[in-house]
């Protein structure tokens, strides 16, 4: 597949007051987020927190209340030709039992004026071309999943829109997932992936936007989201190694070192490789360094809550 | 606008509903005709006049409008297979202005009608002349009469097959669509006929219409007759046509309409 930049200055992806109302509930309400190109962006949120009904306002499947969602600065509808500029996968099956893999992407070739050997192009790019004339009814979840973004990839679009892909997948069809979607953030495209299992995306997304409730709670660089990494220290012999530590930078910013309550350091505003030379130095013995990364889960929980008490 | 057709054309060739409505074109045309040629109306359970009358002939051609409800249901089942299965969402992302894609369907699906309809006559025709050349009948109407006689309900058939459409487009649930219209055209209309009152309307529903082509009324005459009820007097053979030409249009209006702005969840 050939590199994709981005034609144009607007975002990818750009959702502005959108606000979704069935009947007295408010599913979006009031959201407005961007998405970058060329990197994985995580749409995180409960189940039923809107990611769904966000996605689907996003390609024209639901019409907002009010507000407007675009992709490449345009409305879905108004795109020429909208699967060559956007892929989307909603429902983990959407084939019809009877079609075999093929038929079902000649189908969807023909509809968006592709040859049909993009078909089989597909089918090979996504390792299913072995099951090419079987029934999609007899295929597992994970030949599913890969004939669903068989189908979203046709018109090469360099917008990617998935909800939750990772349902079902076994951890192998996760790793896969994983990697394929990085390729194709590595490509130029802009991906836009929801999840509300955390975990198995922590490792996947740069970007995330998480919305609680139809609402937005937070948006921008994962890294940043989750501030610096924390180094964990275990040593027989913490009292002299905070000391050194706290000591380290006599006419800078010294590192912040706390007692984690079962023997080691949290050490905040040096990394592990500066924790293990001050230690070496001294000769303070060490049992133990890991550098602590927040997960998604935290970061999740922490700002949900937080949200939930203001 | 030929890129959705030829899609939809796939579609319907990738399972085996495209085959399957040519074999049923051929069992209710060549299969039913043909059993019926053989067995003779006139030894039909009431009897009813032989091959050799006007009316006997026009009774067994009419017979074959009462099998409307296969194509009708094909529609249905075309249509509703979208939501059932949950591609809709997916043809409508690479299809975004939907009133196309139900467009191309009423297309593929007046062709396939045409199809069928053809199959159904060309077939049953030649069961008809097959079956009473062996029985040394000379039949009630010149072969030319028969034959426009049959090619008026192979045409009445598109109008069911789109009838079907809008139906599975109105209802999209596949089992309730399906039901409602094979259970409309093959209970509902005949059991209309039997509430005096309520059969004065029987000329302008789509059964009465397609009988008007024909101009079959053993059907309703009995059923007047069992009731004790005046006897339906249908609309000539070219309002009946009319008619029916309605039916599909107002039939394809909803399927074009109502998909538009509904949300796809």
Redesign the interface.
């Known amino acids: 597949m050939a590199s994709v930049t981005a034609t144009d200055d607007r975002p990818a992806i750009e959702v502005s007051h959108l606000t979704k109302r069935y009947g007295t509930v408010t599913a979006v309400r009031d959201l407005t987020f961007t998405v970058e190109p060329g990197v994985v962006t995580g749409f995180l949120g409960p189940n039923g927190a809107g990611k769904t009904t966000t996605m689907r306002m996003l390609t024209g499947l639901v019409t907002p209340t009010s507000g407007t969602a675009t992709i490449a600065g345009r409305p879905y509808g108004q795109l020429r030709n909208p699967s060559r500029t956007v892929g989307a996968v909603f429902d983990a099956s959407a084939f019809h039992p009877g079609h075999t893999a093929r038929d079902h992407l000649r189908v969807y070739a023909a509809m968006g004026g592709y040859p049909d050997s993009r078909a089989d192009d597909l089918l090979s790019l996504l390792g299913l071309t072995e099951a090419a004339d079987r029934r999609t009814g007899t295929f597992s979840t994970g030949m599913r999943q890969r004939l669903n973004l068989a189908t979203a990839l046709l018109g090469d679009p360099r917008v990617l829109l998935l909800d939750e892909p990772s349902n079902g997948l076994d951890p192998e069809g996760m790793l896969w997932l994983r990697g394929f979607l990085r390729r194709l953030a590595g490509e130029g495209r802009t991906v836009l992936v929801s999840s509300h299992v955390l975990s198995e995306i922590q490792q996947l997304v740069d970007d995330v936007v998480v919305i609680r409730r139809g609402e937005l709670v937070a948006a921008g660089p994962w890294s940043r989201l989750a501030g610096p990494p924390a180094v964990l220290v275990l040593s027989p012999d913490a009292d002299r190694l905070a000391a050194v530590l706290r000591g380290s930078r006599p006419d800078g910013d010294p590192p912040r070192v706390d007692a984690t309550g079962d023997g080691r350091l949290r050490v905040h505003g040096l990394d592990a490789a500066g924790v293990a030379d001050l230690a070496a130095a001294h000769q303070v013995p060490v049992h133990e360094l890991v550098t602590e990364t927040t997960s998604l889960e935290q970061l999740f929980l922490h700002l949900t809550t937080e949200r939930t008490a203001s | 606008m030929h890129?959705?057709i030829?899609?939809e054309f796939?579609?319907l060739f990738?399972?085996?509903v495209g085959a399957g409505l040519l074999l049923a074109a051929v069992l209710f045309g060549g299969g039913l005709m043909g059993a019926m040629a053989l067995v003779g109306p006139e030894n039909f359970d009431p009897p009813m006049p032989g091959l050799d009358t006007e009316a006997g002939l026009r009774a067994i051609l009419g017979m074959l409008g009462y099998t409307a409800f296969v194509p009708a249901a094909v529609g249905a089942l075309a249509v509703t297979?979208e939501y059932r299965?949950?591609?809709a969402?997916?043809?409508?992302?690479?299809?975004?202005?939907r009133w196309q894609v139900l467009v191309a369907k009423l297309t593929t699906y007046g062709v396939a009608g045409l199809a069928y309809g053809l199959v159904l006559a060309g077939t049953a025709a030649t069961a008809l002349f097959t079956v009473a050349a062996v029985r040394g009948i000379s039949l009630g109407l010149p072969a030319g009469d028969v034959l426009a006689l049959l090619a008026r309900i192979g045409l009445a058939m598109v109008v069911y097959l789109l009838i079907g459409v809008g139906v599975g487009a109105l209802l999209r649930n596949q089992v309730v669509a399906v039901c409602v219209v094979i259970g409309y055209l093959y209970l509902g209309e005949p059991l209309l006929m039997m509430i005096p009152g309520v059969n004065a309307l029987y000329p302008v529903l789509p059964g009465g219409a397609t009988a008007a082509l024909t101009d079959f009324t053993y059907l309703a005459d009995a059923m007047s007759q069992e009731v004790g009820s005046t006897a339906v007097r249908l609309l000539p053979p070219a309002a009946g046509a009319l008619l029916l030409t309605g039916y599909a249009l107002a039939a394809s209006l909803i399927a074009i309409v109502l998909p538009m702005?509904r949300?796809?969840?």
Do not use: G, N, Y
């Open positions: 890129h959705l030829k899609a796939r579609r990738a399972t085996r297979s299965h949950r591609t969402a997916v043809t409508f992302l690479f299809a975004p202005r702005r949300d796809i969840t």
